[in-house]
């Protein structure tokens, strides 16, 4: 298993930018892909970006190219989401997942392990 603690979320105004990190600690981190999701209120969690183990390879939600940018450093046990250009519609609960695998996915339920969340909420 990995534990996972999510952090740097908040409130910020439409156009901000905010830097979600995510620190780890248990199994091996460097063997496992990781992921971020999100749930606004009264909508199911979706997918927002994932990494490979290695970091080489990455994915992004179609909403969210250009303005997200998922990063790893397997050094540190950390992963991290960067986020720029941020909209009201941008609001909900990021959570942080790992998965026993080096292969990233877009699918929740591939995921092994959760972080609690960490609420971003962006102003208009």
């Known amino acids: 298993q990995v534990q996972l603690v999510e952090s740097g979320g908040g409130l910020v105004q439409a156009g901000g930018s905010l830097t979600l990190s995510c620190t780890t600690s248990g199994r091996t981190f460097s063997t496992c892909a990781m992921g971020w999701f999100r749930q606004a209120p009264g909508k199911e969690r979706e997918f927002v970006a994932t990494?490979?183990?290695?970091?080489?390879?990455?994915y992004y939600a179609d909403s969210l190219k250009g303005r997200f940018t998922i990063s790893r450093d397997n050094a540190k046990r950390t992963v991290s989401l960067q986020m720029n250009g941020l909209k009201p519609e941008d609001t909900a609960v990021y959570y942080c997942?790992?998965?026993?695998?080096?292969?990233?996915?877009?699918?929740?339920?591939?995921?092994?392990?959760w972080g609690q969340g960490t609420q971003v909420t962006v102003s208009s």
């Open positions: 990494i490979s183990a290695s970091g080489i390879s990455t």
């Open positions: 997942a790992a998965r026993l695998s080096p292969y990233l996915s877009t699918g929740q339920y591939d995921y092994d392990s």
